[in-house]
């Protein structure tokens, strides 16, 4: 796939910045209403990129597919819904073992601003709240695993509609091997 020709425009998105994702959204369908309605209009970056492109461009250019000279193959780990689940608790706990909360304090003690923390991503977004005691720890773990399941149920939806995408168990390693083995000697 292709990138927009428009160079990032810091003074642009700097006019941005007053206002919600909700306002971000609605000039986006005033500009390009074919674009809002495929935007994730929680994902603040792509709203201020495509309305920074359209700044400079007049609309966000449709993506076109390019041929590759090269076959690929994709796979797909099809994991059990409790195994996601236990997964995202085991990475959550382990990040705040490793010191995740003590990284974000560092972050805001060295100039970052709390709205860019926000913006970096639900778990920074969740530990920015703790920090500054809007919510309990056990809230926080909370919301942020709530919020990471309902990324990842929206993840799989979007990955799942790609027909190419073989799908596979991840404990079937020969059923693996033998789809890998049969991709390259075709």
Known sequence: MQAAPAQP????????????????????????????????????RRLERSLEIIHTLGEVPEVKK??????????????????????????????????????VQSLLDSGVTPKRLDDLGLEYRFILRYIQQEITYEEMCEQIAT????????????????????WCDPTDRKAISETVQNFLSS
């Open 66 to 103: 390019t041929e590759s000279h090269y076959d690929w193959l994709l796979l797909g780990v099809d994991i059990a819904k409790e195994t996601l689940h236990q997964n995202i608790h085991t990475r959550l706990h382990t990040r705040l073992d490793q010191g995740m909360i003590a990284e």
């Open 147 to 166: 919020k990471s399941k309902q990324f990842a149920k929206r993840q799989l939806t979007w990955l799942k509609r790609d027909q190419e995408i073989v």
């Open 9 to 44: 425009n810091p003074a642009f998105r700097k006019t941005l910045e007053p206002f919600s994702n909700e306002e971000l959204l609605d000039l986006l369908r005033e500009k390009d209403a074919r674009r809002a309605d495929t935007i994730d209009p929680d994902n603040r």
